[in-house]
């Protein structure tokens, strides 16, 4: 079965550091983008960016930008997003998606969501 | 960037409705066009791609039309199961942009 297994719910003060994971099984984690998609509380869904685990190539919506980075762990088939420095505004469920091909961003496979509150 | 239009941002319908939700995009996107239902505390679950193609396993009271800038999704006989929230989201380039959403609620 194909699935896609996040970290589990984060809490953390504005400043800290965090790296969330997505971790890849039963296909060739390395044949398929992962996006990341935001849900902040009562509000829609927001896709953040992309990576080609095959060579780490992202892509970032212009909202995201400069404040969080996609990697990957190939050898654990893990994705990862990543803030240096949270911001209360970054309260919000996240998901990863598997791309179902390089030329479509359908997303057929999801990971369950981390919620990560950021709260003083 | 490619702005998504989806409208209504609610509706209230009753059991058996033709449901009807729109997206409209800022250029033209082809096919490339995507509907989700979103659950609380789930992930979003792909219903239709390319516009009008229903994923394996979805109902059939589901569909999709449109091209270019204009489409439509429709539930042709609303069931208590379909309510939730829906998206649009294209991905004719990055970013890949979601509708607004449209909650979906029993009258």
């Known amino acids: 079965e194909v699935q896609l297994v996040q970290s589990r719910a984060e809490v953390k003060k504005p400043g800290e550091s965090l790296r969330i994971s997505c971790k890849g099984s039963g296909y060739t984690f390395t044949n398929y983008w992962i996006s990341w998609v935001r849900q902040m509380p009562g509000k829609g869904l927001e896709w953040m960016g992309r990576?080609?685990?095959?060579?780490?190539?992202?892509s970032y919506s212009p909202s995201f930008r400069g404040h969080v980075t996609l990697s990957v762990d190939n050898s654990i088939a893990t994705a990862y997003l990543q803030w240096s420095s949270l911001r209360a505004s970054d309260t919000a469920v996240y998901y990863c998606?598997?791309?179902?091909?390089?030329?479509?961003?359908?997303?057929?496979?999801w990971g369950q969501g981390t919620l990560v509150t950021v709260s003083s | 960037d490619i702005q998504m239009t989806q409208s209504p941002s609610s509706l209230s319908a009753s059991i058996g409705d033709r449901v009807t939700i729109t997206c409209q995009a800022s250029q033209d996107i082809s096919n490339y066009l995507n509907w989700y239902q979103h659950k609380p505390g789930k992930p979003p679950k792909l219903l239709i791609y390319?516009?009008?193609n229903l994923e394996t396993g979805v109902p059939s009271r589901f569909s999709g039309s449109g091209s270019g800038t204009d489409f439509t999704f429709t539930i042709s006989s609303l069931q208590p199961e379909d309510i939730a929230t829906y998206y649009c989201?294209?991905?004719?380039?990055?970013?890949?942009?979601f509708g607004q959403g449209t909650q979906l609620e029993i009258k």
């Open positions: 390319d516009a009008s």
């Open positions: 989201q294209h991905y004719e380039n990055v970013p890949y942009t």
């Open positions: 998606a598997r791309h179902t091909s390089i030329y479509s961003a359908t997303y057929l496979v």
């Open positions: 990576i080609d685990p095959s060579d780490s190539y992202t």
